[in-house]
């Protein structure tokens, strides 16, 4: 079965620091998608990144930036200069294809703490 | 954009009472979600449906059902609410069945069974 695991539950730092959120995905698909979402105290996900599996480059969009490594099963997401309105839950899922619809397998969430 | 619109945002109610949740999204998106989220467990998902009138069972049916009538809404309905049911229900959405497709969330309803 597809599981996503962020074993960080909780990360507090310091503004302007650097801070990595891990994320580790099982899956025996050999096409998949990996997802980020973002979840401020509002409550809305937010939608960040989506990765397919044949694609290892990583990405960079400003301060955020995703290392995919198919050999780890991992897809990191690294915020550079950590600001306050970085402080959110954070979710990396997994897609997978189930009675004929898209479904998404989530991580537990790493509430990430940014303090001024 | 997409938006994705629950009804309530926190809603109180008895043990026992047939609760409805609904959400409505306009973006014409043929599957549409319903999630339950809770501390150290991330988001579980109850029901979806991939069309009009038709509906998949999640990771976690029991005790809810769902209806969908409409294209653009989905309700969550709890038949008789009971106390393990207070939690975080998200609604989402998305395009079509490809799998690259992201799911699209509304806010959030925080529902409480006393």
């Known amino acids: 079965a597809q599981k996503v695991t962020q074993a960080q539950t909780e990360i507090s730092v310091v503004e302007k620091e650097d801070v990595t959120l891990d994320c580790v995905y099982e899956t025996r698909d050999t096409t998949y998608y990996l997802f980020w979402y973002k979840q401020p105290p509002s409550g809305e996900l937010v939608f960040l990144i989506r990765?397919?599996?044949?694609?290892?480059q990583n990405e960079i969009s400003g301060r955020y930036s995703w290392n995919f490594q198919k050999s780890t099963s991992s897809f990191n997401f690294t915020i550079t200069a950590s600001q306050v309105v970085d402080s959110a839950v954070y979710f990396c899922?997994?897609?997978?294809?189930?009675?004929?619809?898209?479904?998404?397998?989530f991580g537990q969430g790493t509430r990430l703490t940014i303090n001024p | 954009d997409v938006k994705v619109t629950q009804s309530s945002r926190y809603l109180v109610k008895r043990t026992g009472e047939k609760v409805f949740l609904e959400c409505v999204q306009d973006m014409d998106h043929e599957n549409m979600f319903w999630y339950r989220q809770d501390p150290g467990l991330g988001l579980r998902l109850i029901y979806f449906?991939?069309?009009?009138?038709?509906?998949e069972k999640g990771d976690i049916p029991e005790g809810y059902s769902v209806s969908r009538e409409k294209k653009e809404r989905f309700s969550l309905i709890l038949e008789s609410a009971s106390t393990n049911q207070t939690s975080m229900y998200l609604c989402?959405?998305?395009?079509?069945?490809?799998?690259?497709?992201?799911?699209?969330f509304g806010d959030g309803t925080r529902l409480s069974i006393l």
């Open positions: 989402a959405s998305s395009f079509d069945r490809g799998f690259n497709q992201p799911q699209h």
């Open positions: 990765r397919n599996s044949f694609d290892e």
């Open positions: 899922a997994l897609s997978e294809v189930s009675r004929g619809a898209q479904k998404l397998v």
């Open positions: 449906s991939y069309d009009v009138k038709m509906k």
